[in-house]
């Protein structure tokens, strides 16, 4: 994503939504709406995915019912600037793996 605004509004089938490679280099990635905001946001979806937030990119997460994740099995979610939006009393794990 390199620009614009992507709004995350999964349908509404109860089955957890996934996105399995992500890269944000730009723009707005919303994940934030509330149509259909009880179905469960995974990012990642397995072994070899990751999300990637670069400066200029901005991702809103904050959806107010803690239900967004990053999937276990992926290779990490790493921000390089980015602006990253989450919702007040939320657990992150955070690392350096600069060299």
């Not at 509004?9 to 109860?14: A, K």
């Not at 939504?17 to 890269?23: C, F, K, Q, S």
């Not at 995915?49 to 099995?73: C, E, Y």
């Not at 990253?84 to 600069?98: E, Q, R």
Request: hydrophobic share 30%.
């Amino acid at each position: 994503m390199h620009g614009g605004t992507f709004t995350w509004q999964p349908d509404d089938t109860g089955e957890d939504a996934y996105i399995g490679n992500l890269r944000i280099y730009g723009g707005t990635f919303d994940a934030s709406q509330t149509t259909n905001a009880d179905r469960s946001k995974v990012l990642g979806n397995g072994t070899g995915t990751s999300i990637r937030l670069f400066r200029g990119g901005t991702m809103k997460l904050d959806n107010a019912r803690g239900n967004i994740s990053v999937h276990t099995a992926a290779d990490g979610f790493y921000n390089f600037g980015g602006v990253l939006n989450v919702d007040s009393n939320v657990k992150i794990g955070l690392t350096n793996n600069a060299t």
